[in-house]
C-alpha cells in the first residue's frame, strides 16, 4: 500500500482531525497479522539508513508532533531502534530558554538540522511555536500569525540544501489519552513522566486541535509535508510511520559511494600479508 499518499495532508487541501479516525489500522485485525510487513519495514529501514550515512549526500528531519501522552517517546525508540546509533540524533524542544528567547524563534531550531548522511528526530519542534504558544497566547497573534510564512520558507531553504522533510502529527482520541494517563498512574515506572500539565492541557484539548489544523494546512507542502498518524494502536502508528519513512528514503536512490582506492591492488597486499611475511 501507499502509505505515504493514504496519511499526506495534500498541500492546499482543508483539514478536519475529528474526520479522521485515530484508531484506523487498515483493516488489519492485530500485530500478529501485520507481523511479517513490520519485520520486513525495520529490516529495510537499517538498510536504507546505511546508505544515507555512506552516500552521505542527503540528510532527514523527522518532525514528531502530539498531544500529550500520543506516544513520541515510543514513536522514535521505534524507528532509531532499527538504526545505527551512528548517523542518527535526537533533538527535543523544550520551553525556550532566556537566551532561545531572545532570538527570533527559528533560531534555536536552524543550527540543530541534520548534516548531510544524518537523520534527526525533532521531538517537538518549531511548531511548538503556533501550537502551544498560540493555545496560551504567549506571544500576540500579529505574531504568531506571520510564523507559518516563516516555517514554509526555513523548510524549503532547508529541502533546497539537501534535507528531506517529513512532518508526523500522532492522531490519538482523547479517550486514547485518558486511558495512557490511567497506565501511567498504575506503573511506577512511568510516574517520572507525569507532569501537571498533562493534566491542564487536555482542558484545551479543541485549541489544541483547531491550531494543529490550521498548522497543518498552512504547512504542508510539497518540500515538507505532513502527515496525519492514526495513533490510538501503537503497532500501526509505527507501522506507518516506518513505511512512509523508507518510501521516501527509497524515492531518493541512494547508492554506495565506490571505492576510494583499487581494490585489486589492495587485494594484492592483503595476500602478500596473509601469506608471505606472516603478517
Ligand atoms: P516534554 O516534551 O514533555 O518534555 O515537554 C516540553 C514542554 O516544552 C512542553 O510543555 C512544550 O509545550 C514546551 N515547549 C516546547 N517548545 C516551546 C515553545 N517554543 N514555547 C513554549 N513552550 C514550548
Ligand atoms: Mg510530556
Not at 209 to 222: G, I
Not at 233 to 256: A, P
Request: some cysteine; charged content about 30%.
Amino acid at each position: 500500500m501507499d502509505y505515504t499518499r493514504k496519511y499526506r495532508v495534500e498541500p492546499g487541501s482543508k483539514l478536519r482531525l475529528d474526520r479522521i479516525d485515530p484508531g484506523d489500522t487498515d483493516g488489519k485485525s492485530d500485530k500478529q497479522q501485520a507481523r511479517a510487513e513490520i519485520v520486513q519495514a525495520n529490516q529495510r529501514l537499517r538498510e536504507l539508513q546505511y546508505l544515507l550515512y555512506a552516500e552521505n549526500r542527503h540528510a532527514l528531519l523527522i518532525c514528531l508532533q502530539a498531544m500529550d501522552a500520543g506516544g513520541k517517546d515510543g514513536t522514535i525508540r521505534h524507528v532509531l531502534g532499527h538504526m545505527n546509533p551512528q548517523g542518527c540524533r535526537v533533538q527535543p524542544f523544550k520551553a525556550p530558554t532566556e537566551e532561545e528567547a531572545a532570538h527570533d524563534f527559528l533560531w534555536r531550531v536552524h543550527k540543530v538540522t541534520p548534516r548531510r548522511g544524518e537523520v534527526v528526530i525533532f521531538n517537538r519542534s518549531h511548531y511548538e511555536d503556533v501550537l502551544v504558544v498560540r493555545v496560551h497566547e504567549l506571544v500576540r497573534k500579529k505574531v504568531w500569525s506571520k510564523r507559518y510564512a516563516a516555517i514554509n520558507a526555513f523548510e524549503k531553504q532547508l529541502a533546497d540544501s539537501g534535507v528531506r522533510i517529513l512532518k508526523f502529527f500522532l492522531h490519538i482520541s482523547k479517550e486514547e489519552q485518558l486511558e495512557r494517563f490511567g497506565k501511567r498512574l498504575e506503573d511506577a515506572s512511568k510516574h517520572w513522566k507525569i507532569s501537571e500539565s498533562d493534566y491542564s492541557e487536555r482542558a484545551f484539548w479543541d485549541d489544541y486541535q483547531r491550531a494543529y489544523e490550521d498548522a497543518l494546512e498552512k504547512c504542508s507542502t510539497r518540500h515538507a509535508p505532513w502527515f496525519v498518524i492514526p495513533a490510538d494502536h501503537k503497532w500501526y502508528r509505527n507501522l506507518v510511520i516506518s513505511r512512509i519513512v523508507q518510501e521516501t528514503l527509497e524515492s531518493l536512490d541512494m547508492k554506495l559511494p565506490p571505492a576510494r582506492v583499487d581494490i585489486d591492488a589492495i587485494r594484492c597486499k592483503y595476500h602478500a600479508l596473509a601469506h608471505g611475511d606472516g603478517g
